[in-house]
């Protein structure tokens, strides 16, 4: 359960947040533009937005008649005035599906990244999407100016003035109930905006070494800035539980869960305010030096996203040290390039990722010349592969192994008898996953069968052994894999029906199929047998010591970005980086792939805030404090990251513990 729990907890976050803000931007420190996607992404999105669309109707359907009936019941009004109503709600609730589709369409766009998940996660954005209708800038039938004049049309005057009156005593209720925690809400936001602003503004004292009391002033500023976009929020706050139905009101005020995020019109307003504060309150020779910080921070950020590029493509085409020392300027100069989705001015988002997919579009812009000059013909090839894939799964080379063969399947129990249709299914579901897997794995023994080849200087008929030990490891592999994933496939769906087997099967998770087995081909005997008999003692030291360099430099790159990340929620003087820097570096070699264990989601833990921050839980509380000044690790403890942080590290720790063991 603990693992299920840590797998699904970044899904859920990022949903919980935009069902929280239906139509709403992310937090942030300044409106965001437009998000533009790849045609596949373009093409899902609508998609999704269609069929949602149709679902919203039926809901708003549902939605009027009830209203209708509430009308009836309080005024009497006749058979035929409820059906002169019920034309009304259908072309008020046409009227404003356009709305609501821009408004959830803009949400989504906000987190591109998550469309690569399975199709997971989008399925439950539009089904969020449908029934959370309280929250988000765009009008509902009850609300269109069609329904209000529908009313007044088919009321009588002394019907409609009954109504008004109901309507009235129901406002005035809702209010009172809802007082206490409409307000938490809105000090709630308003409160992470003014924490978010305050880092903003570590950030701008760091640079400029402002007094003590010009400081208080830039602290201040974020409240005021804070408090004006609030203005917005509380005015509407009212509305967003008067759109609730009457036992959908009670069951949130009997949770207490009721979350409010601010929208794009108190985004502006926040921002406008802290723009014009800042400019008071600054020299023009102070905004000339921050303006010098940002574009210094900008520089120093493309060249660690520079690193996690080469770092992400060096597990799916296997450089050398020289080649990777070779393409950083390269890299380097597309990551520059694509600088609006790879390094965005404000990092401000309560969920902030890098979509691994705009790496690799920023990789597919190196030209033939300057790649043919530095890999070989099967590099540039696997190079173009990879960043004009979709739907990106790693591949390790030198990765951890475990043992894999017939002693690695789980016991499984005796099958109990089936009808022949969920046989079936059980069946064709099982061999498509298991076709997606082989491939996967042929691709990993493969890569690794020609980096040892190239590394050992094989000639063609030695690699053509290698490679062949390679797609034996896979079938090795495939079938320990298949054993427990079919045992957990059957675990979780044992109580399915002829009726419902194909759609329980096409809803399981995608974590259902991770780790089930390692990818790895260093201990599987065919793969030890042919190393042996292929490469020298001198090309197999040349070839592991190549592994070892990757893996370093991939533990580096990771470091560097979350380090990176820490520096602009927290400033770091160039001292503090420094001594921060190595044990970031120790916890990433320690615990990254126990970190990685928790996650299935297609973008790295490492470049997700939520999840990327957790090699700071293990690094002792007094080493941290001996390197952060009182008011750094203070923002740090109250964070959410360092929350987050701390909900995964538990099983982090069991993680380990097991790898530990089982390595010995």
Not at 465 to 477: K, S, W
Request: with cysteine; glycine share 4%.
């Amino acid at each position: 359960m603990n693992s299920f729990r840590a797998r699904a907890r970044p899904a859920l976050i990022a949903l919980a947040l935009l069902i929280a803000n239906a139509g709403a931007l992310p937090a942030a420190d300044a409106p965001k533009p437009k998000v533009t996607l790849s045609p596949e992404k373009e093409a899902r999105l609508a998609e999704a937005l269609k069929k949602a669309g149709e679902s919203k109707r039926k809901f708003w359907t549902e939605r009027m008649k009830r209203e209708i009936e509430r009308v009836t019941k309080a005024t009497g009004l006749d058979a035929n005035g409820g059906n002169a109503l019920e034309d009304a709600a259908g072309q008020a609730t046409d009227a404003c599906l356009g709305g609501w589709s821009t408004a959830v369409g803009e949400s989504w766009r906000q987190y591109a990244g998550m469309l690569d998940d399975d199709g997971l996660v989008l399925d439950q954005l539009a089904d969020q999407s449908v029934q959370a209708d309280w929250s988000g800038d765009y009008l509902r039938p009850f609300e269109h100016a069609l329904w209000e004049g529908a009313l007044r049309r088919t009321l009588s005057a002394d019907q409609f003035a009954a109504w008004e009156k109901i309507e009235k005593a129901r406002r005035e209720a809702v209010a009172k109930e809802t007082a206490e925690l409409l307000k938490a809400a809105v000090d709630r936001a308003c409160d992470e905006q003014r924490r978010l602003l305050i880092a903003k503004g570590a950030a701008i004292k760091s640079s400029l070494a402002l007094s003590k009391e010009r400081a208080a002033k830039l602290d201040e500023l974020a409240t005021t800035a804070t408090a004006t976009a609030g203005d917005g929020l509380r005015s509407r706050a009212g509305v967003m539980f008067l759109r609730l139905e009457d036992d959908q009101r009670k069951a949130m005020l009997k949770s207490r869960q009721f979350y409010l995020g601010l929208e794009v019109k108190d985004l502006e307003v926040q921002h406008a305010t802290w723009t014009e504060g800042l400019a008071a309150l600054l020299s023009p020779e102070e905004k000339k030096q921050l303006e010098t910080a940002t574009e210094r921070y900008k520089t120093k950020r493309v060249a660690v996203i520079a690193r996690v590029l080469i770092a992400e493509l060096d597990d799916r085409i296997a450089f050398n040290a020289s080649q990777r020392e070779r393409l950083q300027p390269i890299a380097e100069r597309l990551v520059k390039d694509d600088q609006p989705a790879l390094i965005p001015d404000n990092a401000m988002e309560r969920i902030y990722r890098i979509d691994p997919q705009v790496l690799f579009t920023a990789g597919a812009k190196a030209t033939a010349v300057e790649m043919e000059a530095i890999l070989d013909a099967r590099q540039w090839q696997r190079w173009q592969e990879a960043c004009l894939a979709k739907n990106q799964r790693r591949v390790r080379v030198g990765s951890a192994v475990k043992k894999s063969g017939p002693g690695a399947a789980l016991p499984k129990a005796a099958p109990v008898p089936e009808p022949e249709e969920v046989e079936n299914a059980f069946s064709d579901y099982l061999h498509e996953k298991a076709s997606g897997e082989r491939q996967r794995l042929l691709a990993i023994h493969l890569l690794k069968a020609e980096d040892a080849a190239r590394v050992a200087g094989l000639a063609p008929d030695a690699a053509g052994r290698l490679a062949t030990a390679a797609r034996g490891v896979t079938e090795v592999a495939l079938a320990a894999w298949a054993a427990t994933t079919e045992s957990s496939v059957r675990s979780q769906a044992r109580d399915v029906t002829p009726q419902n087997v194909r759609q329980r099967l096409a809803a399981m998770e995608s974590y259902t199929f991770s780790s089930r087995s390692s990818g790895g081909t260093a201990t599987a005997p065919i793969w030890e047998k042919a190393m042996k008999a292929e490469l020298t003692e001198a090309g197999r030291a040349a070839w592991e010591k190549e592994l070892a360099a990757r893996i370093a430099y991939r533990d580096s790159a990771i470091a560097a970005v979350i380090m990176s990340e820490f520096d602009r929620k927290i400033p770091l003087e160039a001292e503090e980086w420094t001594k921060l820097e190595p044990l970031i570096a120790r916890a990433v070699k320690d615990y990254a792939p126990d970190i990685a264990m928790m996650f299935s989601s297609t973008t790295p833990w490492y470049l997700q805030s939520y999840s990327m921050f957790i090699p700071f839980a293990a690094v002792p509380e007094k080493e941290l404090k001996g390197i952060l000044k009182k008011d750094q690790w203070d923002r740090w403890v109250t964070s959410e990251e360092n929350g987050n942080t701390a909900n995964y590290w538990e099983n982090v720790q069991r993680y380990h513990t097991q790898r530990v063991k089982e390595k010995k």
